[in-house]
């Protein structure tokens, strides 16, 4: 891969949690950064400061990324400024209510941030990162893309998705130059409960963003396609990635399986 260490970094949801713990870590290694999220005044004091303590360029960038126009002017951003060489995708946010009680609009709402803005970003800015032969794209998935059972509603589907298409980018935009990670976090300190409503009593234990944030950018300098920062054992992950891959052969067939036959 080309070599994207001294580009800069485009982050959203940077305002807070593991978006702003990215935007520090960014910095501190000498990277430009555009910081993307809705509460203008929580990134100008956090770009003010990092300014200070590591000189580097900060560009604050308030959108709403659930509100199309606003979506646009982050796209067009990706597409037209070069010196981005880095996209973080981190905004997102959960819901409390499960399927059955979801309020629609707001189902929908929370599809537009985890999964439509996740998208439309990539999509902005995979064709530059084409032509150029290089460029690094970090989605931030969830462990729950792998645990659909422990949440209830839409949130770990949106987060399933997230993975799937950083394997899917992985697999097209990677011979090409680019590299693509996902990054699942379990339980981080953060906002997102509270910001949710979701209580924190049926949650053992949880990881300080600034490890996470550490761990995972330890897999984005091993160039690690999936990094799964509170797995202890890489053996496991890799037998669920062998077993999932070992079925693909037997996808191809032209009669159905002898048990589904009368
Ligand atoms: P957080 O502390 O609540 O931060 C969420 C960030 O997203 C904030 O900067 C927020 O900023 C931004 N955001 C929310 N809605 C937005 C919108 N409509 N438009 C633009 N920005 C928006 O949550 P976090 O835990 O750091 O979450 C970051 C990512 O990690 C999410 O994708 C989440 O799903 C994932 N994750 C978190 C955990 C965990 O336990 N914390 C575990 C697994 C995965 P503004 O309010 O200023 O817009």
Same mark, same amino acid.
């Given at each position: 891969?080309a070599?994207?260490?001294?580009r800069?970094?485009l982050i959203?949801?940077?305002s807070?949690g593991?978006g ?12 430009d950064l555009v910081?993307?999220?809705r ?23 308030p959108a709403?990324?659930t509100?199309?126009?606003e979506l646009?002017?982050v796209e067009a951003?990706l597409? !037209?400024?070069r ?8 905004a997102?946010?959960?819901l ?6 979801? !309020?629609?609009?707001e ?7 985890n ?5 439309r ?5 995979a064709?530059?990162f084409?032509?150029e032969?290089?460029g690094a794209i970090v989605n931030?998935s969830s462990v729950v ?11 770990a589907?949106?987060?399933?998705y ?7 980018l992985?697999?097209?935009l ?5 590299y693509v ?7 981080t300190r ?6 949710s409503?979701?209580?924190t ?5 949880m990881m300080e ?10 897999g ?6 999936v ?5 202890p054992?890489?053996g496991?992950w890799e037998?669920f990635?062998?077993a999932?891959?070992a079925?693909?052969?037997n996808?191809?067939?032209?009669h159905a399986?002898a048990?589904?036959?009368?």
């Open positions: 891969m070599d994207n260490r001294l800069t970094v959203t949801g940077a807070a593991i702003a713990a990215y935007a520090e870590r960014f910095a501190r290694r000498g990277h910081l993307v999220a509460d203008r005044e929580r990134m100008e004091a956090a770009a003010a400061r990092l300014r200070s303590e590591t000189g580097v360029a900060i560009d604050v960038l709403d990324l509100a199309p126009a646009a002017v951003r597409r !037209d400024d010196r981005i060489g880095v996209l973080v995708s981190n997102g946010a959960a409390k209510s499960g399927f059955a009680a979801a !309020d629609l609009d189902l929908e709402r929370l599809i537009r941030l999964v439509i803005a996740v998208t970003l990539a999509g902005a800015v064709p530059r084409v032509a032969g290089r931030i893309a792998l645990a659909p059972e422990i949440m209830p509603g839409v949130y589907a949106t987060k399933s997230v993975l799937t298409l950083s394997q899917s992985q697999a097209e990677g011979p090409q130059g680019v990670q996902a990054v699942l976090p379990a339980a953060t906002e997102i409960f509270e910001r409503g979701l209580s009593d049926a949650v053992p234990v963003v600034g490890e996470l944030v550490d761990a995972a950018l330890v984005f300098d091993r160039e690690e396609a990094t799964v920062p509170p797995l054992e890489l496991q037998n990635a062998a999932r891959k079925m693909l052969p996808f191809r067939q032209e399986a048990r589904y036959r009368a």
